[in-house]
């Protein structure tokens, strides 16, 4: 499991993302049941999350409405399968709009550069 805290913050918004090896929706929704039972996350207001298998996209929005289609997309760009993908968000008291989904976009991209540099050492 690699947990990147404090990625983003934007209006009293932050946005952490975590993410990890994972095989099965099951897997995927242990991961982040264990996730929202850490201390700091359980205060999270979403855990976003989207799930590429060789079974199929499963993805969760957890009322963050279109930013597990936004993790999926990027997952299947990066060609990163069999990967959970958890973006948090703690929400600061002020809409974003539209700068919610490149903040998603923003950390998942961190993951995947993380992920990426992992692989390469």
């Known amino acids: 499991m690699l947990v990147l805290e404090n990625v983003i913050s934007d ?3 932050r ?3 975590s993410g990890g090896a994972c095989h099965s929706e099951t897997e995927a929704r242990a991961f982040v049941s264990d996730l929202k039972r850490r201390k700091k996350f359980a ?3 979403h855990h976003s999350w989207g799930f590429l298998s060789d079974a199929g996209p499963l993805k969760d929005d957890d009322g963050e ?9 990027m997952l299947e760009r990066a060609e990163l399968r069999n990967h959970l993908v958890v973006v948090t968000r ?3 008291g002020k809409q974003l709009g ?4 490149r903040h998603v976009q923003d ?3 961190t993951y995947i550069n993380e992920v990426t540099r992992e692989d390469t050492r």
């Open 107 to 109: 950390c998942v991209r």
């Open 98 to 101: 539209g700068d919610r989904f």
């Open 65 to 73: 409405s279109g930013a597990g289609a936004v993790i999926l997309r």
């Open 90 to 92: 703690w929400y600061g």
């Open 43 to 45: 205060k999270a207001t």
């Open 11 to 13: 209006r009293g918004s």
């Open 15 to 17: 946005y952490a993302v």
